[in-house]
């Protein structure tokens, strides 16, 4: 056993990382040697997202100790394991309404390793059918409200209708038990990925949104892809990919607006 001299083992990485703070110094330790690790050792580092894997070679016992910067789980789909701070990422972009290369710039910025694109899509495939799922809830939830609110606010709300259609058409009795299909008010808007100048419009998805009048709540959404990366590969390579197809539109994105 020697020690290392500090002059000559230098940590040379350069910039910054998103670590779990509590994670690390959790697993700072040597698996040898139990002696708390030294970041200035570190000898390699892979990065994996916007996770790394440090290599550290502790300077008494030369053990090369592996220490990660946050926690890792099974990725459900493909049963290997993931680094939980790129999922978070990947829910983080869906949530303030950016992609891939917004995200690429804000980490060009602030001078953490870049995350390719293959992972940013492997854990976009991992966290959207969850943020479906909620979605699908807070609509459930949301339509209920409407409908309560509507039955509450009858008398107010038929006198938005032409008077022909104010006794009966907000309230329709199905049946002697009391169930009833009860109308709701509600607004509808829709959007393209890209912006349009008046005369192009060529974004390849749409999205759409049905909002309540009393709850100013989201009862509904739909999209309409024109692009799938599997449906693509599958004209070039002629092999059939089983995926989870999201593609339901042809034609151009202005025929998208009419036809909604
Ligand atoms: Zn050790
Ligand atoms: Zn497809």
Redesign the pocket.
Known sequence: MREIDPTEVKCNLQGNRIVDLAFMSKNMN??????RLDLQYIEQETIKGAASIFSIR?H????V?TLKTGNEYTNPVTGKSVFAINTKLALTAIHSGVGETHITKFFNVLDLPTVDSHTFKTHERIIGPIVEAVAKESFTEATAMERLLTVESIEELKKLLPEELQEGYLIVNVDNNGSSIVRVFASFDMGWGQRGNGHTYDSLNGYCALIGLKTGKVLDYCTRNRKCHYCDSELYTGKKVLHDCRKNFKGSALMYFQFN
């Open positions: 040597c698996t040898m040697c139990n002696t502790y008494y016992c030369l053990l100790n």
